[in-house]
């Protein structure tokens, strides 16, 4: 069954152009030629938007954003220009440079989990990147590893690619400093993590460029937020065993349970998620932001 792409939710002014709608984001050409990048409440999990929206959502993640932006401004430019937005989606979008996007997903990992552990059950290596034996579910690795994937299109999966992978996409040179910067970034922002007594298992980033400018990469998207990165409590971290989470996991884990009712056949869109759900998920994503910020939200 394919899901239709929803229609946005809300009224911009006059002289602003719709030009994508993702699962969770909206991007739309300013009156200058800019984009406005709006982050929506809608929230997706395994390649479906759910019907139900959580409450603040989009805020925190573009708080979150705006804030990591500003901690790794030294390693890498990103694509914000302005906050200054129309008032409708004001805390929840940005004006942006418009960029061409590269056709990677830059995936950074200091811990085995998610689809890297599956990857890692079948063969002992993840993203052709050989581990050593004996790892479990959680591990910390020896050191960060860059595991790209493939950039789906709206409906589809991410799939775990190599490094060749990523040469033949964009070119060895481009390539070797998309590693760079994601390992850079990576490791900036688990130090700044664990000082606040979070794990950042992994993350993921999409880097893009200015026509006039093809060699300099510039970080773009959302970063580090709970939607595009898996933190876990330093103080309860066991390997071996599921770990607790910030991210949508607390959903992920709802829907596959028995009470959810879904066969996640993919013929059939996943039920409302209930009221207590969303509150939770609401709070685990503010409680990500604060921990993390020292701000409160």
């Not at 990591?68 to 989606?89: E, G, K, L, R």
């Not at 990576?186 to 200015?210: C, M, P, S, V, W």
Request: hydrophobic share 35%.
């Amino acid at each position: 069954m394919t899901q239709e792409v929803p229609e946005p939710e809300y009224q911009l002014p006059e002289g602003y152009k719709h030009l994508y709608t993702g699962k969770v984001r909206e991007l739309w050409e300013t009156p200058s030629g800019d984009v406005l990048f709006v982050a929506t409440d809608r929230i997706s999990a395994y390649d479906w938007i759910l019907p139900t929206r959580i409450p603040d959502k989009g805020k925190v993640l573009t708080q979150a954003s705006l804030w990591w932006f500003d901690q790794i401004a030294d390693i890498v430019p990103n694509h914000v220009i302005s906050t200054d937005v129309p008032a409708v989606v004001e805390g929840r979008a940005m004006i942006c440079k418009r960029l061409d996007m590269l056709p990677v997903e830059c995936v950074a990992r200091g811990y085995l989990t998610g689809s890297g552990w599956v990857d890692y059950q079948r063969s002992g290596s993840v993203c052709d990147i050989a581990l050593p034996d004996g790892l479990q579910d959680g591990s910390r690795l020896p050191e960060a590893i860059f595991t790209p994937a493939t950039k789906a299109e709206f409906g589809d999966h991410d799939e775990n690619v190599g490094f060749d992978y990523v040469v033949e996409a964009v070119g060895s040179q481009a390539a070797e400093h998309l590693r760079q910067l994601t390992l850079d970034v990576y490791q900036r922002a688990e130090q700044i993590a664990r000082e606040r007594g979070l794990i950042l298992a992994d993350t993921k980033f999409e880097f893009g460029h200015e026509q006039t400018a093809p060699e300099a990469l510039i970080i773009a998207d959302e970063v580090l937020t709970p939607d595009s990165s898996r933190y876990w409590p330093a103080d309860k971290w066991t390997p071996g065993q599921p770990q607790e989470s910030f991210d949508k996991q607390f959903v992920r884990n709802w829907l596959t349970s028995p009470v959810s009712g879904w066969d996640k056949s993919g013929t059939t869109p996943p039920p409302e998620l209930p009221d207590e759900v969303v509150e939770q998920t609401r709070a685990k994503y503010i409680e990500t932001y604060e921990r993390l910020t020292g701000k409160q939200f």
